[in-house]
Nanobody, 126 residues
Framework: QVQLVESGGGLVQAGGSLRLSCAAS????????MGWFRQAPGKEREFVAV????????YYADSVKGRFTISRDNAKNTVYLQMNSLKPEDTAVYYC???????????????????WGQGTQVTVSA
């Protein structure tokens, strides 16, 4: 069992940056692939970025590629999402999720993930 807590969300102007953190407790994250997903009002939850348990494989949604960077520090049991050049369409609740198992390829589907945080709101003003 792992508990995930996101932080770092907030209100930022377009073009600005935010860094989200996802801190885990109850289990070490070194056995989990980790993902960031987001959900805007009236829309389904969508994939943003994922990173394998080792950090060796990373994938991004096309909409954030080149602007967002996912990383992990297994020693600190924390995963990060650095978001640069933010756009109003990035406004959403951002969730981190953990997929148990040392899979070589991290999963992009939300249904593959076993544990979820409560989410952190990111609002980008025009």
């Amino acid at each position: 069992q792992v508990q995930l807590v996101e932080s770092g969300g907030g209100l930022v102007q377009a073009g600005g940056s935010l860094r989200l953190s996802c801190a885990a407790s109850g289990s070490t994250l070194s056995s989990y692939g980790m993902g960031w997903f987001r959900q805007a009002p009236g829309k389904e939850r969508e994939f943003v970025a994922v990173i394998s348990w080792s950090g060796g494989r990373i994938y991004y949604a096309d909409s954030v590629k080149g602007r967002f960077t996912i990383s992990r520090d297994n020693a600190k049991n924390t995963v990060y999402l650095q978001m640069n050049s933010l756009k109003p369409e990035d406004t959403a609740v951002y969730y981190c999720a953990a997929d148990y198992g040392r899979m070589p390829v991290p999963q992009k589907g939300a249904t593959e993930y076993d544990y979820w945080g409560q989410g952190t709101q990111v609002t980008v003003s025009a």
